[in-house]
């Protein structure tokens, strides 16, 4: 009989899913969002504050406010990206919209005493917005079927096979759950018509074959990342005397990624078995995350301000599920039912992502305007993925200390206001996480944008650009060949604030 619709889920131990040192990357960068002044200024306000976007960077900033407010902000969010690949180039435009910021900050003042001032601030805001594309396609001379023979060899044949009574799709999921990711991945390209074991009447036979006959492959690659890392934050801050601000923040962060990645492979020789393969994987990630922060501002006179703040590691607790499938002229009849609906559900995990250190200063030239600069250091190489006693974690943690570093971020911003209007403009430098400064290269950005004060109200707007050069790998192993991406980010970004 016939299954037409499957919906399975299996726990696969941690030792056998694919987490690698993307993953962690991707939870330890924190793109430039938040409100519309904020990102005017490539975010430089550490000495600042004043901002409720400003307590992300600095949890004193909360304590310069001199009324209640809240804020709103939405963005509209564009993805550039040009890859090169294997000498051919592809371009993919993409526009998110989100609402990613709302918050507000409650101001109680006491002149009387040496505390002039506490302030208690709520905030969402958007760390990170994952919806991205890219295109990749090439002529090689490397295929797709060396990435499931990577994974076979080794492999006794006879562990592969469908058990009497079984659906196609039970025996992926068992094998992924009993034996691990590596042979359930030999399972697809067995029943894929990729490879062949070199001897199909001997069980215990730990060598393959590729179906494929080639000297050149054509390639085309697809990938699409949808989700979001969202924070909210709740803050204390306060002022002492009139010269010194000084803040705490726990923030809380929810976390939904999803990528989708399509290959398709033909352009095999004419004698080949094998004329095609598509093969496509569905992974998603959700989770939570905790952290904190504590700040401090120094107001040195009327012109001079300095801060200090420190980011602690974040924690995060995440559980990722996969979904595949793959086709080609030699999958066997039933390959259809491993799909989208059959899925591998995997254990927990966490992500620790290092601390940052933040030290910023500002001049400010009475009500005519300011200048602000902020430096900020994170070691990258002392990023973890846990538990740190799974084998394939250590593995990973290994080439985490071993391939990344310190990643230096510069940003300086300005602002100078006629009358009721405030002009601002910035600068971003971002360093490369890696020690090579070519997996990820240095990232760049500028930023420009005005604001209205209409007294009892204030609306901002903001455009910002980022670019970025990435080499992405297409598969872990076996086919290794990797695409080189520029990323160009711009936001268009719009806040209004109500003052109380």
Same mark, same amino acid.
């Given at each position: 009989?016939?299954? /037409?619709?499957?919906? /399975?889920?299996?726990? &696969?131990?941690?030792?056998?899913?694919?987490?690698? &040192? +993307?993953?962690?990357?991707?939870?330890?960068? *924190?793109? !430039? !969002?938040?409100t519309a002044r904020y990102q005017s200024m490539s975010g430089a306000f550490g000495a600042l504050g004043g901002d409720m976007s400003a307590i992300n960077i600095n949890p004193a900033a909360s304590a310069v406010f001199k009324n209640s407010l809240f804020t709103m902000t939405g963005a509209a969010y564009n993805r550039k990206n040009e890859s090169s690949y294997l000498g051919t180039f592809r371009n993919s435009n993409i526009t998110s919209w989100r609402f990613n910021q709302i918050g507000g900050v409650f101001v109680w003042k006491n002149n009387q005493k040496s505390w002039k001032k506490v302030s208690l601030a709520f905030n969402y805001d958007l760390a990170n917005n994952y919806d991205n +594309?890219?295109?990749?396609?090439?002529?090689?001379?490397?295929? /797709?079927?060396?990435y499931f023979l990577n994974?076979?060899?080794?492999?006794?044949?006879?562990? !592969?096979? &469908?058990?009497?009574? *079984?659906? &196609? +799709?039970?025996?992926?999921?068992r094998i992924g759950s009993s034996v691990g990711y590596g042979p359930q991945q030999a399972f697809l390209g067995y029943f894929g018509g990729v490879i062949d074991p070199v001897d199909d009447t001997d069980?215990?036979? #730990?060598?393959?074959?590729?179906?494929?006959?080639?000297?050149?492959?054509?390639?085309?690659?697809?990938?699409? #990342?949808?989700?979001y890392d969202s924070k909210f934050t709740v803050n204390l801050a306060g002022q002492y005397e009139e010269f010194l601000y000084i803040g705490g923040s726990m923030n809380f962060n929810n976390i939904y990624f999803e990528k989708f990645s399509r290959f398709d492979e033909t352009g095999y020789d004419a004698g080949s078995p094998l004329q095609f393969v598509n093969f496509d994987n569905l992974l998603r990630t959700s989770g939570?995350? @905790?952290? @904190?922060?504590?700040?401090?501002i120094a107001k040195l006179n009327n012109n001079f301000r300095l801060g200090a703040s420190y980011q602690s590691p974040i924690w995060y607790d995440l559980r990722d599920d996969l979904s595949q499938r793959i086709n080609s002229n030699l999958a066997d009849d039933d390959i259809g039912f491993i799909n989208f609906n059959v899925i591998n559900v995997f254990e927990r995990y966490q992500v620790k992502t290092p601390a940052k250190f933040t030290g910023s200063a500002a001049i400010v030239f009475s009500k005519n305007g300011l200048i602000s600069f902020d430096y900020s250091h994170q070691n990258m190489s002392k990023a973890q993925l846990r538990p740190t006693g799974d084998p394939s974690f250590? #593995?990973?943690? #290994?080439? /985490?200390a071993s391939e990344l570093g310190g990643i230096d971020t510069f940003r300086i911003g300005g602002e100078y206001r006629i009358e009721n209007v405030s002009l601002r403009a910035g600068y971003r430098y971002e360093g490369s996480p890696y020690l090579d400064g070519f997996t990820i290269g240095d990232l760049q950005g500028y930023s420009g944008g005005f604001g209205i004060n209409f007294g009892a109200s204030r609306l901002d707007f903001s455009y910002s650009r980022t670019e970025q050069d990435v080499t992405q790998q297409l598969f872990d192993t076996? !086919?290794?060949s990797s695409a080189l991406i520029n990323q160009i980010r711009n936001n268009y970004v719009m806040s209004y604030t109500i003052n109380f």
């Open positions: 009989m016939k299954r /037409i619709y499957t919906f /399975i889920m299996v726990f &696969i131990c941690a030792a056998a899913s694919a987490q690698n &040192i +993307e993953d962690v990357l991707r939870y330890s960068s *924190e793109n !430039l !969002l938040g +594309e890219f295109f990749a396609s090439g002529t090689n001379n490397t295929g /797709i079927d060396n994974f076979a060899q080794g492999v006794p044949f006879g562990s !592969l096979l &469908i058990r009497d009574n *079984e659906f &196609i +799709e039970d025996a992926y999921l069980p215990d036979g #730990t060598d393959y074959n590729s179906n494929a006959v080639y000297s050149n492959v054509v390639q085309d690659y697809y990938q699409s #990342t949808r989700g939570y995350a @905790f952290s @904190f922060n504590l700040g401090a250590n #593995t990973v943690n #290994t080439q /985490i076996g !086919l290794t």
